[in-house]
Structure formats: structure tokens, C-alpha cells
């Protein structure tokens, strides 16, 4: 009997257009499809239980074999709307920051902008279930996911991660992408990135699927203007230059 790849995805709205293609693919009888937060995601990835995972770019220095395996990621080319640090003061007032805890990458990018594009020293408190409610006075949060995209309307102040990012070192960001931990067969892959293209071309089909209910943004410009998901050159830099400051 043949093997079947247990792979891990995100389950926020950003990766829709990926997974559609792939649930309705013909890999589905070789894959076990595991959904979480990148966190989770992240430490299933480096425990073993799965075998890839579209997870956040910081575990890769975790991994003791990691091979970024396809053609497509979570990025971003300008503002990304979904990771951002709201507060209710301008950045010279943060005193305090959250860091969500549904996020590894978000967070260590959010810590290297506050040190060296906005030059500010915060106390960093790491955040459980219910955290946004504490953002008041000088305490800020970093949100993402869906949880950021409901937040945009509550906040006065909104400092969008990706955007400082790319005014800070003139690179895209990498937020995810597909990581495996051990080599997967070119053939597989070559399915895998097909399946992935398919709900990129198809986004009306994507929107369509979404309740009404989780649909707390325009996702049409989501995933055409704020989420990047071709994995290119440049993309690849920005991600070196991301890992570099994690060492």
C-alpha cells in the first residue's frame, strides 16, 4: 500500500486559494490533511507527526532537515493587511506589545522592526487566549490571521508588519511556505504545486466557499493585493535576509 503524506496547513483564510485546489485534487487519497494554527503547524512539523507543512518561515532553523519544497508561499509584496501591531497610542507611546500566540514568524518580525526600523524598546509579554481585549493605554498586540483582518475597524492605530518590512530593507516578506522535513518525490510535488495553482486561478470559486460570516474583508483584494503566493527569487531573498537576523 502506498504511503500517504501527512501534511499540515494553516487554517486561515489566506491560505483558501491553496487548499481548494488540493482538496479537490486527485492527491487526496495519498495525503492526510492536518489543519491548525502556524504554531501548531510549526511544532507538528518539528516533532515528526507530519511530513510537510505550509508553516511559518522561523522553524526553519529548527528543523534538522528542511527543504522548502514548492513553488508557492504566504507572502507579501506590499502591505499584507492580516499581521499587523494595533494600538490604541502612535508608536513613540508603545510601551508594552503582546506577541500572538498563534504565530512564531509574525512575531520575531515584529521584535526585529520595533529594534531596528522603529528603533523602539518595548517590554514583550507573550500572549494567551483573549489577549486582544488588553490592548489599551500604551499596550499594543501583534494579531494575525483572520483575528487581524476583524480587528482593522477597532484600533486607531495600525502598523502593518509586511509594509515596514519592505520600507525597512526593500525586500518582500516570506511568511510561510510549503517545508518539508525529509525529501518528498518530484512527482508528488509536481501535483502538489499544480493543486495549489488551481485556486489562484479560480478566486471567485474560493470567495464562494466562504461563509459570509468570515468574510470580515474584501478577500477578492486579500488575495490578489495583499497576499503574494508565487515563491520568487526575490521572495527567497527577503526570506535569507529574515533567517540572517534570526542567527
Known amino acids: 500500500m502506498e504511503r500517504k503524506w501527512r501534511i499540515g496547513a494553516v487554517s486561515y483564510l489566506n491560505t483558501r486559494p491553496l487548499l481548494l485546489g488540493i482538496e479537490q485534487s486527485g492527491l487526496m487519497p495519498k495525503i492526510e490533511l492536518v489543519k491548525a494554527y502556524p504554531s501548531k503547524i510549526a511544532q507538528d512539523l518539528i ?30 509584496e506590499g502591505p499584507v493587511a492580516s499581521v499587523c501591531i494595533f494600538s490604541q497610542v502612535p508608536m513613540g507611546q508603545i510601551e508594552k506589545v503582546y506577541l500572538d500566540y ?18 523602539k524598546e518595548v517590554e514583550f509579554i507573550k500572549a494567551e487566549e483573549g489577549y ?16 487581524a483582518l476583524a480587528a482593522r475597524g477597532q484600533f486607531k492605530y495600525v502598523y ?43 478566486l ?24 503574494s503566493y508565487d515563491f520568487t527569487a526575490e521572495k527567497r531573498k527577503g526570506l535569507d535576509l529574515f533567517l540572517s537576523f534570526l542567527k
Open 102 to 119: 498563534q504565530s512564531r514568524t509574525s512575531v520575531q518580525l515584529a521584535r526585529i522592526l520595533l529594534e531596528q526600523f522603529w528603533k
Open 47 to 76: 516533532e515528526g507527526t507530519i511530513d510537510m507543512g505550509l508553516v511559518p518561515v522561523a522553524i526553519t532553523p529548527l528543523l534538522k532537515e528542511a527543504h522548502l519544497v514548492s513553488k508557492y508561499c504566504i507572502g507579501a
Open 160 to 202: 502593518d508588519l509586511a509594509e515596514a518590512w519592505i520600507d525597512h530593507t526593500g525586500l518582500p516578506f516570506v511568511f510561510a511556505t510549503w517545508i518539508s522535513n525529509k525529501p518528498i518525490p518530484a512527482d508528488f510535488m509536481d501535483a502538489f504545486d499544480m493543486a495549489n495553482a488551481y485556486g489562484l486561478k479560480y
Open 204 to 227: 471567485d470559486e474560493v470567495i464562494a466557499g466562504i461563509p459570509l460570516s468570515e468574510q470580515v474583508y474584501d478577500l477578492h483584494k486579500y488575495y490578489t493585493h495583499n497576499i
Open 132 to 147: 486582544i481585549q488588553n490592548i489599551t493605554g500604551t499596550t499594543a498586540a501583534v494579531i494575525i490571521g483572520d483575528r
